[in-house]
Nanobody, 124 residues
Framework: QLHLVESGGGLVQPGGSLRLSCAAP????????IGWFRQAPGKEREGIGC????????YYTTSMEGRFTISRDNAKMTAYLQMNDLKPEDTAAYYC?????????????????WGQGTQVTVSS
């Protein structure tokens, strides 16, 4: 059982950057692929991208490519979502999820463990 915790959200001005972190305190994430998702009020959850266990493969939803970068530091047992040039429409709750798979699925249905989310608000 993994208890995922996201951190790093907050209020940022348009054009700004944030880096979100995903960890499972006391437990290694190294055996799991990690996905990042977001959900804005009144909208469906959407996938951002994912990173494989060893970090050698990353995949992004087409609309998320370019401004979002997923990485992981297995020594720190943490995964990251770097978000640049943020826009008001990026305002959402951001979630990380984990699955014990060698591949890195983009679809939420494959993931077994989810964090509680961290809020990102982009506003001037």
């Amino acid at each position: 059982q993994l208890h995922l915790v996201e951190s790093g959200g907050g209020l940022v001005q348009p054009g700004g950057s944030l880096r979100l972190s995903c960890a499972a305190p006391g437990v290694t994430l190294n055996w799991h692929s990690i996905g990042w998702f977001r959900q804005a009020p009144g909208k469906e959850r959407e996938g951002i991208g994912c990173i494989s266990k060893g970090g050698s493969n990353t995949y992004y939803t087409t609309s998320m490519e370019g401004r979002f970068t997923i990485s992981r530091d297995n020594a720190k047992m943490t995964a990251y979502l770097q978000m640049n040039d943020l826009k008001p429409e990026d305002t959402a709750a951001y979630y990380c999820a984990a699955v014990d798979m060698n591949t890195c699925p983009l679809e939420a249905r494959w993931y077994d463990y989810w964090g509680q989310g961290t809020q990102v608000t982009v506003s001037s």
